[in-house]
């Protein structure tokens, strides 16, 4: 019985863990047209992930099939064009477990922001470079956030320190004589609860090693299963044998420690 509820609880656990996430490499969020990428499904389980994308035009095209090169799990595109921008994620092959998702913008002009592809994480820094095609004879680049102007920076690069929520917006940069960068949506995540469970690690659901996922609650429901016919046949045999031994077992077969056993009552005659 202990083995069975070990399984139960990591199948409680494991299950909650099962989004996974889309690496983007180089890992940013704009391009340069001509440029290529390569997405990679972080998951290396056999579950069979597809990399999908949903551009203007098109949705739920499939890797492999409709755009990029490559198997489930990795995909490239050896030549970016404007269109390719969009949100790509990762599915499971049932199609229903589809998880975090990145948006990738390509710019048609000469001039990108590097932003992060994932959320960043409340009280880190963020920092923004602008970035043009050709190299600027002035670095200084302008940022603005949902259409105004934050600051101005004469690197060309810009750090947000201990991010919150309120930072979270539309990003884009100008550099004077190249142009601007296509707008980045940057969303802020929160900080991991560490407060709502006293006592309890950090995170309670440690990512599960590849394949127990999916084999754990199969084996869980089997033995819970089995449990349960086990003590179904058990009182069924009792009841039949006769009907009042039921009572007496109730009555007297209680051990010290507080567990029920089959055992006969003390006064069984
Ligand atoms: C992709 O587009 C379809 C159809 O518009 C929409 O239902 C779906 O939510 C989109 N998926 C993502 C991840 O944006
Ligand atoms: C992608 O961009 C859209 C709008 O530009 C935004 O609403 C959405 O939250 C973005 N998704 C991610 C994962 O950044």
């Known amino acids: 019985?202990?083995?069975?509820?070990?399984?139960?609880?990591?199948?409680?656990?494991?299950?909650?863990?099962?989004?996974?996430?889309?690496?983007?490499?180089?890992?940013?969020?704009?391009?340069?047209?001509?440029?290529?990428?390569?997405?990679?499904?972080?998951?290396?389980?056999?579950?069979?992930?597809?990399?999908?994308?949903?551009?203007s035009g098109e949705t739920r095209t499939q890797c492999g099939s409709e755009w990029g090169s490559g198997d489930g799990l990795s995909c490239k595109i050896s030549y970016l064009f404007k269109e390719d921008s969009?949100?790509?994620?990762?599915?499971?092959?049932?199609?229903?477990?589809?998880?975090?998702?990145?948006?990738?913008?390509?710019?048609?002009?000469?001039?990108?922001?590097?932003?992060?592809?994932?959320?960043?994480?409340?009280?880190?820094d963020l920092t923004l470079s602008c970035q043009s095609k050709t190299p600027p004879s002035n670095p200084s680049a302008a940022f603005y956030k949902d259409g105004s102007l934050i600051r101005t920076e004469p690197t060309g690069h810009m750090t947000l320190q201990h991010?919150?929520?309120s930072d979270e917006g539309l990003y884009k940069c100008h550099i004077r004589d190249h142009g601007e960068s296509p707008s980045s949506w940057i969303s802020v995540s929160e900080k991991p609860s560490?407060?709502?469970?006293?006592?309890?690690?950090?995170?309670?659901?440690?990512?599960?090693?590849?394949l127990l996922h999916i084999w754990l609650p199969v084996l869980g429901s089997v033995v819970l299963l089995v449990s349960l016919i086990a003590i179904l046949w058990r009182c069924l045999q009792w009841n039949s044998k006769d009907p009042d031994s039921v009572y007496s077992v109730v009555k007297y077969s209680r051990t010290p420690n507080g567990c029920w056993t089959a055992a006969d009552p003390p006064d069984s005659r």
Request: some cysteine; glycine content about 10%.
């Open 1 to 55: 019985m202990k083995e069975t509820c070990l399984l139960c609880l990591m199948f409680l656990f494991c299950s909650k863990s099962n989004q996974t996430g889309v690496t983007v490499s180089p890992s940013r969020s704009q391009f340069f047209e001509g440029e290529s990428v390569i997405l990679n499904c972080e998951d290396d389980s056999s579950a069979g992930w597809t990399l999908r994308r949903n551009i």
């Open 86 to 124: 969009g949100v790509y994620w990762c599915e499971s092959r049932g199609g229903g477990a589809s998880s975090m998702v990145v948006n990738i913008s390509v710019s048609g002009g000469s001039v990108i922001l590097q932003s992060p592809v994932l959320p960043v994480m409340e009280g880190h």
């Open 163 to 165: 991010v919150s929520r």
């Open 194 to 210: 560490t407060t709502s469970a006293p006592g309890f690690p950090v995170s309670p659901c440690p990512p599960c090693p590849p």
